[in-house]
């Protein structure tokens, strides 16, 4: 067992023991495992879920809507020219505007949304029971808000103190109403408007619309036209 | 025959840990081309060769498995829906070796997918699949919210579809929507009723040329039809109808039958996973 890792691990994340457990007793134990969770959780830079938990949240949320019908909606966020950032501010710079888009988007969603970091600059919102007409408001509500907000990054090799403008694109999809789905397709489709987002320019959000489905007159003529379908109709005619 | 078996499953007992059915939803599209039908018979023949199988009448407004199997249950779905009787109260076996859950008269009640409905279906599911081989949906007709949701239940979909155009339109139709909203790449193919040998692989062949030119699933794939085989238009299908009876039990030696015998052997065995 290591337990010794795990303690360190916990101490330096400041873990809150509870008041008066011995170590090894159960209650202390318990402690450990909660802190453990949490840790596994959650991305250290934003305090956010990470990815792990995220995906948890997506099976949860896939079973809920097969089961009760409500809408949800997943959106993927990702900051624009973050490369640029880093290179011109340095890392620490890059950090903090992690950080602090990670808590705009915090702070523009619901309580019972969940904002996830998914990894490098990039971020996942999972909206329960958000109506199919709102969904691009939604979206162009958070990506204002971080378009608005400046980050203030301190006073590096690379210059002087300042703040930086800073713009994400927006992907997102809904989640399918039938029973068979998963939660690494449900992220594939909302990545996939993602990409659309950053193709058509950044500072974007693009949804994914549900597609139109109809039998065009073309795809009907084409159902009939078989010779041998033809045939079996002659065969039909001439034959008593 | 009309009371309710002693056990769901034929043998009575759960398969190992972890086992479950492979569940088929049997759909069309267009009503009347004799889905409930070869569910049904299908069912029967699937019996045949050791399976355990249960045919669930997912047509929950419309039911007809019934009149089909000429039983008058006493306790049905509806029941287990409305907590008046158990599952295993519902279970009835059918003549044919294979064991229903007849859908009752729920009528206006289940014709839309409410919440409940939804929640009620997949409980079903999860509890009677540990228990059989096999379990066909018998969906009803159209492509409402309530088919496609019983069909989302389902591994597999069988399309019964006749050569009649509008048959071939409803079943090209039930395709594309099952194929971009669930991904499905493989559907099974019945073509029933076919006036010469050979017009089932036509119709196949067709509906797939228009499928290539003009359905994907939601993620691009390409999507295949598999022609489990025909039905020949037999008189002693019309009889076996007329008379409530299963074919297979009534004129097992019939064209259709041995059609149906040959439609079941094509279906690969469950394998117990």
């Given amino acids: 067992m290591k337990l010794s890792l795990a303690l360190q691990l916990l101490e330096r994340a400041q873990h809150a023991w509870p008041a008066d457990a ?9 402690s450990v495992v909660d802190g453990l969770c949490a840790l596994s959780s959650r991305d250290p830079l934003t305090d956010l879920p990470n990815r792990r938990q995220l995906e948890l949240t997506l ?9 009760s019908g409500e809408p949800a909606l997943v959106l993927m966020a990702d900051i624009d020219h973050f490369k640029r950032i880093n290179d011109t501010h ?29 990894g490098g600059e990039e971020f996942a919102i999972v909206l329960p029971n958000c109506a199919p007409a ?13 378009e608005r907000e400046g980050v203030a990054v301190e006073a590096g090799s690379a210059g ?19 029973v068979r789905s998963s939660a690494r397709l449900w992220l594939d489709r909302a990545d996939h408007q993602l990409y659309r987002a950053k193709s058509s320019g950044r500072n974007c959000a693009c949804l994914e619309t549900p597609p139109v489905l109809v039998v065009s007159s073309e795809e009907k003529g084409l159902l009939f036209a078989s010779p041998a379908l033809a045939d079996a109709d002659n065969e039909n005619v001439d034959s008593p | ?18 086992h479950r059915a492979r569940v088929m939803a049997v759909t069309s599209g267009k009503g009347g081309v004799g889905k409930t039908f070869v569910a049904a018979n299908l069912a029967a023949a699937l019996a045949r060769r050791g399976e355990r199988v249960l045919v669930l009448d997912a047509d929950l407004g419309l039911a007809n498995l019934d009149v089909v199997l000429n039983l008058q249950p006493k306790v049905t779905l509806h029941d287990v829906f409305t907590g008046r009787a158990t599952l295993k109260e519902a279970t009835l076996k059918a003549p044919g070796g294979f064991s229903v859950l007849l859908a009752g008269s729920g009528l206006v009640e289940y014709s839309r997918l409410t919440p409940d409905l939804r929640e009620r279906l997949l409980e079903v599911i999860h509890q009677v699949t540990p228990h059989y081989d096999r379990v066909l949906l018998d969906t009803g007709a159209g492509i409402s919210d309530v088919v496609l949701y019983a069909v989302s239940l389902a591994d597999d979909v069988l399309v019964i579809a006749t050569p009649e155009p509008t048959s071939l339109t409803d079943a090209y139709a039930t395709v594309k929507v099952l194929a971009a909203q669930q991904q499905r790449e493989i559907f099974r193919l019945a073509v029933n009723q076919v006036s010469r040998k ?7 062949q067709q509906l797939q040329t228009v499928v290539d030119r003009f359905v994907r ?16 238009t037999d008189t002693a299908v019309r009889e076996a109808v007329q008379r409530r009876k299963l074919l297979l039990e009534v004129q097992p030696g019939s064209p259709a039958a041995l059609a149906m015998i040959a439609l079941a052997e094509r279906l690969p065995k469950v394998v117990l996973r």
């Fill in chain 1, 22 to 30: 011995e170590p090894g007793s159960p209650a202390w134990l318990q």
């Fill in chain 1, 59 to 67: 099976d949860r949320e896939i079973d809920r809507v097969a089961r």
């Fill in chain 1, 90 to 118: 340095g890392h620490a710079a890059g950090d903090r505007v992690i950080q602090a888009v990670g808590r705009v988007l915090q702070d523009t969603v619901r309580p019972m949304d969940t904002v996830a970091r998914v």
């Fill in chain 1, 134 to 146: 709102f969904g691009q408001a939604v979206a162009e509500r958070i990506r204002r808000r971080v």
């Fill in chain 1, 160 to 178: 002087p103190a300042q703040v930086l403008r800073v713009t994400i694109s927006v992907g997102g999809a809904f989640a399918p109403q039938w």
């Fill in chain 2, 1 to 18: 025959m009309n009371a309710p078996a002693a056990d769901p499953p034929t043998t009575g007992s759960p398969g190992p840990i972890g």
């Fill in chain 2, 198 to 204: 050979g017009e089932g692989r036509a119709v196949q």
């Fill in chain 2, 217 to 232: 699933t939601g993620e691009g794939a390409a999507v295949k039809l598999d022609l489990l085989g025909e039905l020949p």
